[in-house]
Structure formats: structure tokens, C-alpha cells
């Protein structure tokens, strides 16, 4: 008798598998791209300037796995009413 519930399970094991896979390659650029090359001194430069990468993580850097587009502009291209 097949399991019914495994369906279910395997999709929302994917989609876990996915976000992981995002959140890894999103540290990984952080690291490479921001943290690794900052001697930060206080706790509020590091927070400034980390911040700083976000915006420009989200706004301004082409992403190869989003077709060379912003995390902002495929949201917000995805907001727009049809």
C-alpha cells in the first residue's frame, strides 16, 4: 500500500533543501565579500557596515542564479500586478 503522506514530506523536504542551499551561499558571500576583509574595531562598525553589504547584496549585485538580477528586483518584479 503507498504511502500517502510521503508526497507531501518529499516536496517540503525540497523546499528545506532549497532555502539551505540559499542561506549557505548567502553566509558564504557575506564571509568572502564583507567579513573576511574588514578589520571591524567596535560592535557598531561591523553592524553598520554589515548592513551596508545587505543593501547592497539585495539592490545592487547581479545574482547568477537569479538570470543577472537583484534579489529586489526579481521580488518586486514578482509584486507587480499582471
Known amino acids: 500500500m ?5 508526497g507531501p514530506l518529499i516536496r517540503h523536504f525540497h523546499e ?3 532555502r539551505a542551499i540559499f542561506i549557505e ?3 558564504r558571500s557575506l564571509k568572502y565579500e564583507e567579513v ?5 574595531r567596535p ?3 561591523a553592524q ?3 548592513g ?10 547581479l545574482h547568477q542564479s537569479l538570470a543577472y538580477q537583484t534579489p529586489a528586483q ?9
Open 2 to 6: 503507498p504511502n500517502i503522506a510521503a
Open 16 to 18: 528545506f533543501l532549497r
Open 25 to 27: 551561499r548567502l553566509w
Open 36 to 40: 573576511y576583509l574588514r578589520d571591524y
Open 43 to 45: 560592535v557598531r562598525e
Open 48 to 50: 553598520a557596515s554589515i
Open 52 to 61: 551596508r553589504y545587505f543593501q547592497f547584496y539585495n539592490y545592487e549585485r
Open 74 to 82: 526579481l521580488y518586486l518584479s514578482a509584486r507587480e500586478p499582471a
